[in-house]
């Protein structure tokens, strides 16, 4: 009889929590091939900017509501934009060294949403657990969604995440050789 009792009482908790948990989740994959970041650093004397590949993504949606996400970035990818020539393969090199992402070492930096709150029609503040160089931390910003599309700007806190090189939280004397520690990301989003 005890068992009988204890398996109805399993039952019913069981219904009550499917009754309340949604199942209408949709993981829709980004097209990394119409999806892109852009970066753009800055230092003392002017600003470099360039692009970065996604190389997996998913926003995840229970009916039109962002619930979700989680991205791959192959950092070996970086490249600066405004340069071209010996300037570009320069910098683009310096970035994938060891004194800024190290890219040999980690190929991947990843994002996951921990996070979403919807702050208007199309808008969501987001936090989620962001990795570089195998350290996480949580970031927070907003990402908008338009149809299949999804934008964001994200700031990014470099000396955060072991990136030293001419940061004036790590060196002093750096003069006009100092390197702002935060830059922007910016994702415009296809899925």
Known sequence: MKNLVFSAIIAVITMVSFAFTSMDIDKKAIKTDKS???WKGYKMTGSHYGTIAIKSG???FDKDKLTGGEFVVDMATITADDLSGESKGKLENHLKSDDFFGS???A???LKFTSVKMIGKN???VTGDLTIKSTTKPVTFELGVYGNKANATV???RSAYDVRYGSASFFNDLQDKV???EFD????LEF
């Not at 990301?185 to 415009?188: G, N, T």
């Open 155 to 157: 700031k990014i806190d």
């Open 108 to 110: 991947e930096s990843k």
């Open 104 to 106: 040999a070492k980690f």
């Open 123 to 125: 808008s969501y503040r």
């Open 185 to 188: 990301l910016v994702a415009d």
């Open 36 to 38: 892109k970041i852009t």
């Open 179 to 181: 390197i702002y520690d």
């Open 58 to 60: 998913v926003l995840e």
